[in-house]
């Protein structure tokens, strides 16, 4: 069934470019004749990439990919004239609204700008297929490894099952390191290998949705942050090697025994498998040696140049951090509320927003199409409002151009009566009015204690 949907989008695209009076065929070509039509090789080795998954790289790509799992995934119509959807749907909010219609969101004006009304759509197959992706995994679990396998590969593969419809059921992800794009001169991706062993499973394009970081080096594979700071990463292996033989008594002698009378071999081997049994080892370290025989103890110091890398440390830590989008700030444990927000602020806007913007797009182009045109998705707003500004906000324009029932309503609490009358903000009284002088301190002081009663309902 998948190949009669192939054809049948082949040829809705062929007639679309006939009535435009053009080609769909794309004159570039990225790869020589012999690359086309089999298996393409990938530009890096995305198994190494996987087994990176450790020290600072684990934990700057597991953050990313639990913040970036956290926002929900809605799905909205736009309906081009006001009617009735055959599946449960409901108002969006102004809040909502403002951030579909944001410069940020600007890759959905090709739904909005013909929509009459926005609405939330509650109920389709396909919130049933993110909530119930397959038996193993839930929706959690693939965001979360999608956005994972690209902080480490650049790339991402969903297996769409299809039923008998020719819609998706399930949804499995495919290891990365295991997948191969097979080009089309015509096409551009004519379909995909999976290969685990000797195995190999070919599949459709129309099956596989493949996400993916952007690239200089390929048009086909996705490259991720790890790969371009692959010398950071090596140097911090090498550190924590280091170390961990220190701390073994392996990398170097802590010290020399020397003595002025000749040792035989086997005087010399005893006393060093004693020494090593009572002193060697990170466990024993501080207990104090005592030495017979005229034997002497020589500590071996380490040169500045040997403890230089103690301050390299921060810097390979700090480069794949920022590789990963993150300053070192959301790691300060000293931080002060105002750093670590802001560190929170630009860390959401600048490297977990872009990441949901590639994610729904994909979404968008290539899976909801199948169900309906008017469909779209969105992950909602990540980026933290500015709490301190919105609180004076609400503070200063509190009945003068912001209605009670207004803030009410952001705060998931029902209105109140009255709640959506407006006041001349210098004596907070009703538009329209002219109450006389001697009445105004009055009914300030009414009206004031009317506004602090419903903000507090």
């Not at 435009?20 to 393409?40: I, K």
């Not at 995909?192 to 459709?204: H, M, P, Q, S, T």
């Not at 950071?232 to 020397?258: D, H, Q």
Request: hydrophobic fraction near 35%; aromatic fraction near 10%; glycine fraction near 4%.
């Amino acid at each position: 069934m998948v190949t009669n949907i192939s054809t049948i989008t082949n040829i809705i695209n062929a007639i679309k470019a006939m009535a435009r009076g053009g080609t769909t065929q794309n004159r570039l070509q990225y790869l020589p004749d012999w690359y086309y039509e089999r298996e393409l090789a990938s530009p890096e080795n995305y198994t190494s990439l996987l087994n990176a998954y450790k020290s600072w790289v684990y934990v700057c790509a597991s953050r990313n990919a639990v913040s970036f799992a956290s926002f929900p995934l809605r799905l909205y119509v736009a309906k081009p004239a006001k009617s009735k959807m055959l599946v449960e749907t409901r108002p969006i909010s102004k809040e909502t609204k403002k951030f579909l219609y944001s410069k940020e969101m600007g890759h959905l004006d090709r739904y909005l700008r013909k929509a009459v009304e926005v609405e939330e759509v509650l109920e389709h197959p396909f919130i049933e297929l993110m909530k119930n992706v397959n038996p193993f995994m839930n929706e959690f679990e693939l965001k979360e490894m999608t956005c994972l396998n690209q902080e480490l590969t650049g790339n991402n593969y969903w297996y769409l099952l299809p039923n008998n419809m020719g819609l998706p059921i399930q949804i499995w992800i495919a290891p990365p390191d295991k997948m191969k794009i097979i080009p089309s001169k015509e096409e551009f991706i004519k379909g995909y290998i999976y290969k685990n062993g000797l195995n190999e499973v070919a599949f459709d394009k129309l099956e596989i949705i493949h996400f993916k970081y952007p690239s200089p080096i390929s048009v086909y594979y996705g490259m991720s942050p790890i790969s371009a700071v692959t010398h950071a990463y090596n140097i911090n292996e090498n550190m924590n090697r280091y170390e961990n033989s220190l701390f073994s008594n392996m990398a170097r002698p802590e010290g020399l025994l020397s003595s002025d009378s000749p040792i035989n071999k086997e005087e010399l081997e005893r006393m060093s498998t004693q020494w090593n049994q009572r002193y060697g080892g990170a466990n024993k370290v501080g207990k104090t040696p005592i030495l017979t025989g005229g034997l002497k103890y020589q500590p071996i110091t380490f040169s500045p140049r040997e403890l230089s890398f103690l301050s390299g440390r921060k810097v390979t830590k700090e480069e794949i951090a920022n590789a990963y989008g993150q300053s070192v700030a959301l790691f300060d444990k000293d931080a002060n509320r105002a750093n670590s927000d802001a560190a929170i602020y630009m860390f959401m806007k600048d490297s977990i927003s872009p990441r949901h913007r590639r994610y729904e797009q994909k979404i968008n182009e290539q899976i909801l199409p199948r169900y309906d045109e008017r469909l779209f998705c969105a992950v909602e707003n990540c980026v933290p409002e500015d709490r301190e500004f919105k609180q004076q906000v609400r503070t200063d324009g509190v009945n003068t151009y912001i209605t009670v029932n207004e803030i009410r309503q952001e705060e998931g609490k029902e209105d109140v009566e009255g709640g959506d009358q407006l006041y001349v903000s210098s004596l907070l009284m009703p538009l329209g009015t002219i109450p006389e002088e001697r009445e105004l301190e009055e009914l300030s002081k009414k009206i004031a204690q009317r506004v602090k009663e419903k903000l507090h309902a």
